[in-house]
């Protein structure tokens, strides 16, 4: 098993969370972190035992020995750090939403063909041991067909106009920042949707605090997805199907429940991955380089465009515009 020098592009919330994880996995050395800040890269790096620390991007993604980077910047950053990590060299695991635009992530991902580099957008549901029990009784047939789906991603964010979730000029908004994660649960299940109908409330600077959607699909189904910072909804996603339904949450105790109701019998089961399960998407980054690929066959570079494409119509149709990022 071959060890992997990792570079930690940011030194946010989400990038104390990735490199705990990493730290749990023995193929995974943290070798570098980059900030604007000096500061912060040398707080981080001694946090976690990095090797080196840089007072730039462009100085860390230049470094010979870092082979795979990890891009935790601001959503509206993350197509010009991914373009530099790749002009460097370097393998990416890029943060969600891998950009603003379909336009944007479809550059990206064509960059990482050229170069013969991996690209994986950041979704860590999908690797999760509550998902992959939720798929695996989905696909034992024992459900039924699944026939509709409903999920949401809602806690409260207070207003403030210069905190990342309001910033436009961060990509702030629910939509990007939480709608993702529902809206990614029904492309995997149900495919792309012929109609989509959306809507949202503002904040004041524009960025949308919540936003509700509903997607018809051409064989008839129906699925909901809803995101927001102004209310203390949690975190599920509901599978309704002919014989049962599956309930996947998250609790406020970050363990994860799926709870199995099926013809009259009700089954919770509780799972508590260490480092909230941010090592799974790692490891699958190292599983993928190993064998040679440059796209995770789990979450595809198809799959992160087919999902922009999603969010670019859902914006589309609920009215929400990042300046400079929509033609």
């Given at each position: 098993?071959?060890?992997?020098?990792?570079?930690?592009?940011?030194?946010?919330?989400?990038?104390?969370?990735?490199?705990?994880?990493?730290?749990?996995?023995?193929?995974?050395?943290?070798?570098?972190?980059?900030?604007?800040?000096?500061?912060?890269?040398?707080?981080?790096?001694?946090?976690?035992?990095?090797?080196?620390?840089?007072?730039?991007?462009?100085?860390?993604?230049?470094?010979?020995?870092?082979?795979?980077?990890?891009?935790?910047?601001?959503?509206?950053?993350?197509?010009?750090?991914?373009?530099?990590?790749?002009?460097?060299?370097?393998?990416?695991?890029?943060?969600?939403?891998?950009?603003?635009?379909?336009?944007?992530?479809?550059?990206?991902?064509?960059?990482?063909?050229?170069?013969?580099?991996?690209?994986?957008?950041?979704?860590?549901?999908?690797?999760?041991?509550?998902?992959?029990?939720?798929?695996?009784?989905?696909?034992?047939?024992?459900?039924?067909?699944?026939?509709?789906?409903?999920?949401?991603?809602?806690?409260?964010?207070?207003?403030?106009?210069?905190?990342?979730?309001?910033?436009?000029?961060?990509?702030?908004?629910?939509?990007?920042?939480?709608?993702?994660?529902?809206?990614?649960?029904?492309?995997?299940?149900?495919?792309?949707?012929?109609?989509?109908v959306a809507t949202s409330l503002f904040a004041p600077t524009g960025a949308d605090e919540s936003t509700a959607m509903i997607f018809r699909f051409s064989d008839g189904r129906l699925a909901e997805a809803y995101s927001s910072f102004a209310n203390m909804g949690g975190v599920s996603t509901e599978f309704f199907c002919e014989k049962g339904n599956l309930i996947l949450t998250r609790g406020r105790d970050r363990n994860q429940h799926l709870l199995i109701e099926l013809q009259g019998d009700v089954d919770d089961r509780i799972f508590t991955p260490p480092a909230q399960g941010y090592q799974y998407e790692a490891a699958e980054v190292m599983s993928c380089l190993d064998k040679g690929l440059t796209e995770s066959p789990v979450v595809p570079l198809s799959f992160s465009l087919s999902l922009a494409r999603i969010l670019d119509e859902v914006r589309r149709k609920a009215g929400i515009r990042y300046p400079g990022r929509d033609k």
């Open positions: 098993m071959k060890a992997y020098n990792w570079g930690i592009l940011g030194t946010g919330n989400i990038a104390h969370k990735f490199a705990r994880a990493l730290m749990l996995l023995d193929n995974a050395h943290l070798y570098a972190v980059g900030s604007r800040d000096a500061a912060r890269a040398e707080k981080f790096a001694g946090e976690f035992g990095f090797v080196k620390h840089f007072s730039s991007y462009e100085e860390m993604l230049a470094d010979p020995g870092v082979d795979v980077v990890y891009i935790s910047s601001p959503h509206t950053r993350h197509l010009e750090n991914t373009l530099m990590a790749l002009q460097n060299g370097k393998h990416v695991i890029c943060e969600k939403p891998m950009s603003i635009t379909a336009a944007e992530v479809s550059r990206m991902a064509d960059e990482a063909k050229r170069r013969g580099l991996f690209l994986m957008e950041a979704l860590w549901p999908p690797f999760q041991p509550s998902y992959l029990k939720a798929d695996e009784i989905l696909k034992s047939g024992k459900m039924g067909k699944l026939l509709h789906m409903r999920g949401k991603f809602a806690f409260i964010s207070p207003y403030d106009p210069e905190l990342r979730t309001y910033n436009l000029e961060l990509g702030g908004g629910s939509l990007l920042d939480i709608g993702i994660y529902p809206v990614m649960d029904i492309l995997r299940y149900l495919g792309e949707p012929e109609n989509i």
